[in-house]
């Protein structure tokens, strides 16, 4: 996975905040505990001098330290098993008194020997599904909630109706989304805006970013704007890590391609984007009102052939859903 610094950095936050939280309430905890039963209190004092009383004694007695040693840890053993008595008598065990880390694979460090531990990875996720939601309505955008009722049977392109065709279109999306990671495919989603092509960009979003892996869906004018200041502008850190996280991520979903303002510096953004992804062979989704043909002739035709050569091509056509929707 290609971890974003902006969202690790707020993903570690959150996780070292939790912890703390944690470390507090079992702290408050042990505390009311050893008012409850004073005697735990001590039994705990004496046991944790017990070192300094092994290096005292020892320097003490000169050549027995042995037994002095031996002595203590009997002295020991007898406080051990009388705050298990204790804790029994309450029907608790002495785990009421060891802190618990919640992750057992890292300890609550967040980090195995594999690299980063699954807790980590899942405050991760949380976070970049909130990045997400701030561009996508993530909340009521699923497979499940698609409605075919609004695509009609009587508008036909090619011999297919618009309701078979997204019939098609939502299979291939889902497959995109539930076989992501074992497969490299790219989609271009093109046609008339307002029939479900961002809803289904949030579909797949929602349901790759879950598995864990990093996504980034913006608007192609806004990726290119990110693209220019990080071309012109002075040491934009920030900048630097958005055209970073385009150019990287395990999944890129580009909407609106051919919105922007058409410049030379777009031309060769757009293709250094597509191409340096096919070669890193991470996925793309682009949506665009344009037809490939028409894409192919406001770029360049080196990114026509990218765009027909290695993106599936979903068509979308029918009336506009949200006018009908608008209307009801
Ligand atoms: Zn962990």
Known sequence: MAYDGKLMSRALRQFEEDKRQREEDFRRRENELLRRIPRLAEIR???????????????????????????????????????????????????????????RLCGDTGYTGDGICRCLKEYYIREQIAELSRMLDLGNQSFDTFDFRWYSYDIKSGGVTARENMELIYETCSNFAHKFGRHQDNLLLFGAPGLGKTFLSACIAREVSEKGFSVVYDTAGHIFSQFERQKFGREDEEAESDVSRVLNCDLLIMDDLGTELLTEFVRSALYQIINHRLQAKKCTIISSNFDPETLGSRYSPQIRSRLEGEYRQLPFFDEDIRRQKAEL
């Open 45 to 103: 004092d004496e046991l944790r001098s017990t070192m300094a009383q092994i290096m005292s004694k020892a320097l003490r007695k000169g050549a027995d330290v042995e037994r002095a040693i031996g002595a203590i840890r009997e002295e020991n053993l007898a406080l051990q098993q009388e705050r298990r008595e204790i804790l029994r008598s309450y029907g608790l065990t002495e785990e009421v008194l060891e802190y618990q880390s919640a992750c």
